[in-house]
Nanobody, 126 residues
Framework: QVQLVESGGGLVQAGGSLRLSCAAS????????MGWFRQAPGKEREFVIA????????YYAMSVKGRFTISRDNAKNTVYLQMNSLKPEDTAVYYC???????????????????WGQGTQVTVSS
């Protein structure tokens, strides 16, 4: 059983940056692909970005490509989401997710992930 805890959310002005962290425990971190999803008020949870088990492959939603990057430190059991050039439409609760089975063909699909964090709020003011 994997436990995930996100941190780093907050309030930032448009054009600013934030870095989210997701610390994992209770499993072998390097066995899990990691994803970030977000949910804005009144909207469905959506895929943002993901990274494969070794960190060699990354996957982006078109809305964040060129602005967001994902990385992982398997020695620290942590995945990071660096968010630059933030826009008001990036405002949402951001969730970290993990799964040992997802691969390139389903890594963007939230229903494929078994383990989720509690979420961290990101608010971008205009």
């Amino acid at each position: 059983q994997v436990q995930l805890v996100e941190s780093g959310g907050g309030l930032v002005q448009a054009g600013g940056s934030l870095r989210l962290s997701c610390a994992a425990s209770g499993g072998t971190f390097s066995n899990y692909a990691m994803g970030w999803f977000r949910q804005a008020p009144g909207k469905e949870r959506e895929f943002v970005i993901a990274i494969g088990r070794s960190g060699g492959s990354t996957y982006y939603a078109m809305s964040v490509k060129g602005r967001f990057t994902i990385s992982r430190d398997n020695a620290k059991n942590t995945v990071y989401l660096q968010m630059n050039s933030l826009k008001p439409e990036d405002t949402a609760v951001y969730y970290c997710a993990a799964d040992p089975r997802v691969g390139p063909f389903n890594i963007r699909k939230l229903h494929e992930y078994d383990y989720w964090g509690q979420g961290t709020q990101v608010t971008v003011s205009s």
